[in-house]
């Protein structure tokens, strides 16, 4: 008998996708006052599941139903190789392979439910390797936009070396205090071992990143946390982080203060996830809003309040 914790907030329930010849395990929450305005797609980092983007360590951390008390349904992905495809693969999946089951598996959901204006990706870590390589590769028609945490394109100088990943807390997290005591107990259910076909891969992320980020053509938001241990996130870096996404038709890059690696689980979880919708907000309302031509004092006009 499974020991594990079904600990989920209310209004969440498991479903099942079919990912293209095998199914994977998900967590769905709805808008309760009618259709969606739109479907979020939670895609999960390494050793972490779906869970992760309902965390029970305090009320309001979880993404899913803030995303759907603002009208959105939020659907959160076990990538392949964790939650219910684990069993069928132990191995894991290669990120281009994950990239064609997430893509695959958002086709199966949007059959079959509502997803209102079109369908934005909201993925941590190596789950945001996952989302860009399937944005590049095969975004659905309906795709509106990324967003994504806890990965760049260049890793931190001392990554690997045991004293980046594991700086200032537990492993990758970052400082401690940034989570509340509760996080590590309530978690524990969420965290799962890292296949090791997924394992070899994360090495290799700067190069498919370099293949991939031309071919993304949707808007896209990066999230740095302040303390974040894994990722270069300096002005050069992110300079270059920019210029390698040539077709996507805007390159949003923000920091989240008090936070760390693992953004959904802290403190700034709440603050993290509102700013993430206000952008997939922004998405709807420039894909909605049609403007007239302007001249060139209305461009100038225009380009001084946005700036």
């Not at 907030?9 to 293209?20: F, N, W």
């Not at 590769?137 to 100088?157: F, K, M, N, V």
């Not at 590590?184 to 700067?206: G, H, K, L, N, Y």
């Amino acid at each position: 008998m499974s020991t594990a914790r079904e600990d989920l907030s209310p209004g969440v329930r498991r479903i099942s996708l079919d990912a293209g010849g095998g199914s994977l395990s998900a967590l769905l929450c709805t808008p309760s006052g009618g259709p969606p305005r739109a479907t979020v797609v939670a895609v999960h980092g390494a050793g972490m599941s779906a869970g992760y983007f309902d965390s029970q360590a305090l009320p309001d951390f979880s993404l899913l139903t803030l995303g759907a008390r603002l009208g959105y349904t939020v659907v959160a992905v076990d990538r392949p190789g964790y939650g219910r495809s684990a069993a069928a693969h132990p191995e894991g999946r290669t990120i281009a392979e994950q990239a064609a089951a997430l893509a695959a598996a958002v086709g199966d959901f949007g059959a079959r439910h509502p997803t209102g204006a079109g369908v934005f990706l909201l993925a941590h870590s190596f789950g945001g390797k996952v989302a860009l390589l399937t944005a590049a590769d095969h975004a659905p028609t309906d795709l509106l936009g990324i967003e994504i945490s806890g990965c760049g394109h260049r890793y931190a100088p001392d990554a690997f070396t045991g004293t980046g990943a594991s700086r200032g807390g537990r492993r990758n997290w970052g400082p401690l205090r940034l989570y509340p005591p509760s996080t590590f107990t309530t978690c524990a259910s969420i965290v799962a071992p890292v296949p090791p076909r997924e394992q070899a891969d994360i090495v290799r992320w700067p190069e498919v990143f370099r293949a991939a980020a031309g071919r993304v053509r949707v808007p896209v938001r990066f999230t740095f946390a302040e303390h974040e241990p894994w990722w270069r996130f300096d002005r050069d870096a992110l300079a270059e982080l920019r210029s390698r996404l040539t077709a996507a038709p805007r390159v949003h890059i923000d920091r989240q203060p008090e936070a760390g690696h693992n953004i959904s689980l802290g403190y700034a979880a709440r603050a993290y996830h509102l700013r993430c919708l206000g952008f997939f907000e922004d998405c709807l309302v420039r894909g909605t809003v049609t403007h007239p031509p302007l001249d060139s004092d209305g461009d100038q006009e225009l380009k001084a309040v946005t700036a």
